[in-house]
């Protein structure tokens, strides 16, 4: 019998530590009791509770909505910020716009959040705008937050780029923008899906920049959920947080299974490629040797 080393015990005991409180939460999603700690049996009536919690439901697709918008915004500021920091190799004051741009990585969100609620005041006293805060300020605080995640995994992606593609393209003619799109884009796109998605993960989960620049009728998840807890979690924040576990896991498994058969694709299409330069190669040695 094959012993168990002590990497493989606290790797199971690292992902017993990580999973198993999940997997409680999922099992309590189907409680039939009010009370969270008495199990009073099966019972899917906290799931189909959901769809008459409006307000639940309302910040769900609010937080949705957010995150969709500063997935977007996060990555086309991102993007630039990391074209400038990797091909424009010198400009007055690079270096700061370089901390300024990775300086949302390592500021605690609450002096972001605070920052942003007193320019955000600011304006509204100066212009006027914005006259309540809302889904805009949530989302502009978001994208701030993000932009600077995005700028991070493109600039690694843009440093490991072969330029002479970019140059034979603008020898033949081609304008930089059209470059830019028609070429750098597509070799940098698996960075720009992952700053994409990290960007969705980061809005979907934030608490602390939404509560200072939230207003009334802005709630998103995090924070409904927050306020319930504080009061004592609820059936229907079980049922909620598991039906985002399992939508989570499902677009994880779709990414990887699709990710494995483009993968697999390209193989073959290696594959394919040296066999027919090999038959080409075969083929130009013998005609040759039967001429002679």
Request: hydrophobic content about 55%.
């Amino acid at each position: 019998m094959k012993k168990l080393s002590f990497s493989n015990v606290m790797l199971w005991v690292g992902l017993a530590f990580i999973y198993l409180p999940m997997l409680i939460m999922v099992i309590y999603s189907f409680n039939a009791s009010k009370l969270v700690t008495v199990w009073g049996g099966w019972s899917i009536k906290w799931y189909a509770g959901l769809l008459d919690n409006s307000q639940l439901m309302g910040s769900v697709g609010r937080s949705l909505e957010i995150a969709l918008y500063t997935a977007v915004a996060a990555v086309a500021l991102g993007t630039l910020a990391a074209f400038v920091l990797t091909r424009v190799t010198r400009f007055k004051g690079r270096t700061l716009f370089g901390g300024l741009v990775t300086a949302p990585l390592v500021m605690p969100e609450v002096i972001t959040g605070l920052s942003l609620l007193l320019l955000f005041v600011a304006m509204a006293q100066l212009i006027g705008w914005p006259q309540e805060r809302g889904i805009v300020t949530i989302w502009i605080a978001h994208t701030t937050f993000c932009s600077a995640y995005v700028a991070v995994v493109v600039s690694a992606r843009l440093r490991e780029l072969d330029l002479s593609i970019e140059e034979a393209a603008m020898d033949l003619g081609a304008k930089p923008w059209k470059v830019f799109f028609l070429i750098t884009i597509p070799m940098i796109a698996p960075s720009l899906a992952a700053g994409g998605m990290m960007s969705f993960a980061l809005s979907l989960d934030d608490l602390v920049l939404a509560s200072f620049v939230s207003g009334p009728g802005s709630t998103t998840l995090p924070m409904e959920v927050f306020s319930a807890v504080r009061l004592g979690v609820k059936p229907e924040i079980n049922a909620i947080a598991s039906l985002i576990l399992l939508s989570v896991s499902l677009f994880t498994f779709l990414a990887w299974y699709f990710t494995r058969q483009a993968e697999e694709r390209r193989k073959r299409a290696i594959q394919q490629a040296m066999e027919a330069m090999a038959q080409e190669a075969s083929g130009s040695n013998w005609k040759p040797a039967q001429a002679a």
